[in-house]
Nanobody, 123 residues
Framework: QVQLVESGGGAVQAGGSLRLSCTAS????????MGWFRQAPGKDREGVAV??????NRYYGSSWYGRVTISQDNANNTLQINTLKPEDTGMYYC??????????????????WGQGTQVTVSS
């Protein structure tokens, strides 16, 4: 199993930035991808970004491209979000995948999830 702990969420004004962190422990050698997802109240889960732990290739959700950067350092990864908007508000989850990614933005390919960190953006 893989345990994931997110941190870095908080309240920020529109236009600001946040850096979210995810620390993984346990069977991290089995992890091929680490990603971030946003869950807003009443909305479907949305893929924000994912990174390959092997190739360091990065993939971004279409509505996030240009505003977020995902990076990794051993068992940790970070998500830098810039130019935050009120509609970015939600719970942000870190997740890991062992296999191949298919339709990664749905999150269905991911095996383990953290508890989430709340991001609230005010106008």
């Amino acid at each position: 199993q893989v345990q994931l702990v997110e941190s870095g969420g908080g309240a920020v004004q529109a236009g600001g930035s946040l850096r979210l962190s995810c620390t993984a422990s346990g069977a991290i050698a089995s992890v091929n991808f680490m990603g971030w997802f946003r869950q807003a109240p009443g909305k479907d889960r949305e893929g924000v970004a994912v990174i390959s732990t092997i190739t360091n290739n990065r993939y971004y959700g279409s509505s996030w491209y240009g505003r977020v950067t995902i990076s990794q350092d051993n068992a940790n990864n970070t998500l830098q979000i810039n130019t935050l908007k009120p509609e970015d508000t939600g719970m942000y989850y870190c997740a890991t995948a062992r296999g191949l990614l298919a339709d990664w933005e749905t999150g269905k390919a991911f095996d383990y999830w953290g508890q989430g960190t709340q991001v609230t953006v005010s106008s």
